[in-house]
C-alpha cells in the first residue's frame, strides 16, 4: 500500500513539487496545508503516514506545528523542510521531534531518500 504523505507548505509553487516527486514515485499525497495550523488540523483530520513540513509559515511556524503533532500523536513521522541558512531551527526541528529535514530548493533524490528512510 502506498504511503500517504501530508504537505505542509505556505508556497502552493512547493507543494505541487513536492507532490509531484512523491506522485511519480509511487506515494500517495493525503493532503496538502498552506499554514502550521492547517498543518495540524490535517495531521488530525487524515492521519498521514508522514508529513513534510515547511519551516517558515504565516499563522504557525513549521516548529510549533510540529510540537502540536507530536502531542497528538507521539509517534508522528515528520520532515522539515527549510530555505538554506535556518540551521539554528533546523536543530530546534530535530530537538522537537523531527525525523530528518529537507533544505530549499528541493533536489527530487534527497526528497526521496529522505521519505524512505522515514517510511521506507
Known amino acids: 500500500m502506498a504511503k500517504n504523505i501530508l504537505i505542509c507548505d505556505d508556497a502552493a509553487f512547493m507543494r505541487m513539487m513536492i507532490k509531484d516527486i512523491l506522485i ?20 488530525n483530520e487524515l492521519k498521514p503516514d508522514l508529513v513534510l513540513m515547511d519551516i517558515t509559515m504565516p499563522e504557525m511556524d513549521g516548529i510549533e506545528a ?7 500523536d507521539p509517534g508522528a513521522k515528520v520532515i ?5 541558512g535556518q540551521q539554528a531551527m533546523v536543530i530546534e526541528a530535530i530537538q522537537a521531534g523531527a525525523r ?3 533544505v530549499k530548493p528541493f533536489q527530487a533524490d ?10 521506507g
Not at 511519480?24 to 495531521?43: D, S
Not at 522539515?80 to 538554506?84: D, E, F, L, R, Y
Open 24 to 43: 511519480k514515485n509511487g506515494y500517495a499525497v493525503a493532503g496538502e496545508a498552506e499554514n502550521g495550523l492547517k498543518g495540524v488540523e490535517k495531521y
Open 66 to 72: 510540529l510540537r502540536k503533532i507530536k502531542e497528538l
Open 80 to 84: 522539515m523542510c527549510s530555505a538554506m
Open 110 to 119: 534527497r526528497v526521496l531518500e529522505a521519505v524512505k528512510k522515514v517510511v
Open 100 to 102: 530528518d529535514f529537507i
